[in-house]
């Protein structure tokens, strides 16, 4: 913490406001804290952050109880002899015990089988030093907040977009029309999502929430969408199959700005199978011989060029044969093949949302 300033009350009571980062949640807004006698009082929003401009959320402001709460945990607990699992009953023991609890259990699994012991630390550890001590004890079982959290999700959303959501960055809404949020709880880049949603909705924007229950970013729906959880998956697939069916989707920038058209092996003797053919590997109608580069079938010239020729007009549709006879096709038709099946219907039947809302 920053000291900000310093007051001394009449009634001699020392009285601080300090500037840091909350640290409820990844979004990391700025904050004042306010310590009496050096003691926190009161949390609230930093006006002067670039990220939440003084707004903070309930998480925020109750971040006292992580220092005073009277549940909090001070000192290692044990179950006590004869209590059962479920009868929440223990009882302090000493730092000693518990370290010398831990070196006999664990001691006993290394010499044993080290796979049985799995370690998972919460958000904010050191991910780096719980691989290493899990590599130094031998078991390839461990995991870290993220694993089940954020990461899944940040890597999806770089792969199919360019770049991902709460922490790692936001949704562009200053550009969007349409919003539509999957499964999202209000517990990463809360504020600044609320602020960008509420200009969002004051230009005109539409937003559409997909979640089971509705709270948190849903209340301020334009439209709340139910779905039964984990239900999710079966939605998007048909909601991409059903974009594919209308035609909905934008060639150009699938074709400028993503991997849609390039070329992949679909020879199932092959062990280039479901990979991208790269220049090089057959005779094209380019003169550049670059092996990073990937192939688009032109309807110009009805054969194998670079991605991106100047002038080459790419199928995305349809399958194709290379020179040294190599079938293969478009990205884009595989994706089209993959959701045939998933249509609104079959979707209906798993998520619970009708037909007509998954069209529409």
């Known amino acids: ?125 050191m991910q780096a030093l719980t691989g290493l001590f899990a590599k130094q004890f031998g078991t390839p079982n461990y995991a870290a907040h993220g694993d089940f959290c954020s990461v899944n999700m940040a890597a999806g959303m770089i792969y199919t977009i360019g770049g991902s959501f709460w922490e790692f960055g936001g949704p562009d809404l200053e550009c969007s029309k349409l919003f539509i949020m999957f499964g999202t709880a209000e517990d990463h880049h809360s504020n600044p999502l609320k602020m960008q949603l509420s200009e969002f909705k004051r230009n005109g924007g539409r937003f559409i929430s997909i979640n089971p229950i509705r709270s948190g970013y849903s209340a301020i729906a334009d439209e709340w969408v139910p779905i039964k959880p984990g239900t999710d998956g079966a939605l998007i697939l048909a909601i991409i199959n059903e974009i594919i069916q209308q035609g909905l989707y934008d060639r150009d920038f699938l074709i400028q700005y993503t991997n849609s058209a390039e070329l992949v092996n679909i020879d199932t003797d ?58 293969v096709k478009p990205a884009f038709q595989l994706l089209v093949d993959r959701v045939k099946d998933y249509t609104p219907e079959w979707a209906a039947s798993i998520t619970g949302i009708s037909v007509e809302t998954i069209i529409l």
Not at 4 to 13: F, G, P
Not at 15 to 39: P, S
Not at 49 to 62: D, E, F, M, R, Y
Not at 281 to 289: K, L, P, Q, R
């Open 1 to 125: 913490m920053h000291s900000e300033n310093n007051v001394a009350t009449d009634s001699n009571d020392h009285i601080e406001v300090k500037n840091t980062t909350c640290y409820m949640c990844a979004c990391r807004c700025g904050i004042r804290v306010t310590l009496k006698n050096g003691e926190v009082r009161y949390i609230q929003g930093n006006p002067d952050h670039p990220l939440n401009k003084g707004v903070i959320c309930a998480k925020s402001s109750s971040g006292i109880m992580k220092q005073y709460s009277p549940a909090r945990l001070t000192k290692p607990m044990r179950r006590r002899k004869g209590a059962e699992r479920g009868d929440n009953d223990f009882e302090e023991i000493s730092w000693d015990e518990a370290y010398d609890m831990m070196e006999q259990r664990l001691s006993e699994i290394r010499a044993t089988d080290p796979k049985k012991f799995a370690l998972f630390t919460g958000r904010d550890q």
């Open 270 to 327: 092959s062990n280039e199978e479901g990979l991208f053919i790269r220049q090089g590997e057959a005779e094209i109608n380019d003169s550049c011989v670059d092996a990073q580069n990937k192939l688009w079938w032109d309807r110009h010239v009805n054969g194998a060029v670079k991605t991106h020729t100047e002038d080459a007009d790419p199928y995305l549709l349809g399958e194709f044969q290379l020179e040294d006879g190599t079938p």
